[in-house]
T-cell receptor, first 111, second 111 residues
């Protein structure tokens, strides 16, 4: 299995609080991605990174920010969590034309 | 028109059956194609890449038809353990390395 971990694996938080999810890889892959998955919507791209300090928005980026200060770490921050951000969040890594590998996911509940 | 389209199913088949899924894509410049499998509440995992000449891995066969812009997945001798959601992924084209996911096709194999 590709070396990719996510933390925390589960989190319950309250509306309005900041939340940071971490993705860590040991594969030295250039690309890292954050997705959310909700019933009826499939996987939706939030943000992605194509190198250290190089990030771009995906299709559902509102309310989320990201940072990548090291090749191996990609952080997703919800500045002020809302109930609509309750979801399963997956991190993924890849090379240029290669397949993606996914982390185990983080289940976030915003009350 | 969605960039990558799949029939959501579910496909309900008995053990031992042969089942096929198709996935259409809109970007004719797409360069890489994959099938992923996702079990309930788990991360997507790579099932197989799809090559221009077609490729086989055990009971699974993948085909690419560039002229008609679709890829297919054939599963022979279905097992109960094949029950999952199968995601089609298309990558590349127009200078983008960002993959596009279909919403998935649900397969249920029953005894």
């Amino acid at each position: 299995d590709a070396g990719i971990t996510q933390s925390p694996r589960h989190k319950v938080t309250e509306t309005g609080t900041p939340v940071t999810l971490r993705c860590h890889q040991t594969e030295n892959h250039r690309y890292m991605y954050w997705y959310r998955q909700d019933p009826g919507h499939g996987l939706r791209l939030i943000h992605y990174s194509y190198g250290v300090k190089d990030t771009d928005k995906g299709e559902v980026s509102d309310g989320y920010s990201v940072s990548r200060s090291k090749t191996e770490d990609f952080l997703l921050t919800l500045e002020s969590a809302t109930s609509s951000q309750t979801s399963v969040y997956f991190c993924a890594i890849s090379g240029d034309y290669n397949e993606q590998f996914f982390g185990p996911g983080t289940r976030l509940t915003v009350l | 028109r969605k960039e990558v389209e799949q029939d959501p199913g579910p496909f309900n088949v008995p053990e031992g059956a042969t089942v096929a899924f198709n996935c259409t894509y809109s970007n004719s410049a797409s360069q890489s194609f994959f099938w992923y499998r996702q079990d309930c509440r788990k991360e997507p995992k790579l099932l197989m890449s799809v090559y221009s000449s077609g490729n086989e891995d055990g009971r699974f066969t993948a085909q690419l038809n560039r002229a008609s812009q679709y890829i297919s997945l054939l599963i022979r001798d279905s097992k109960l353990s094949d029950s999952a959601t199968y995601l089609c992924v298309v990558k590349g084209g127009g200078g983008s390395y960002i993959p596009t996911f279909g919403r998935g096709t649900s397969l249920i194999v029953h005894p």
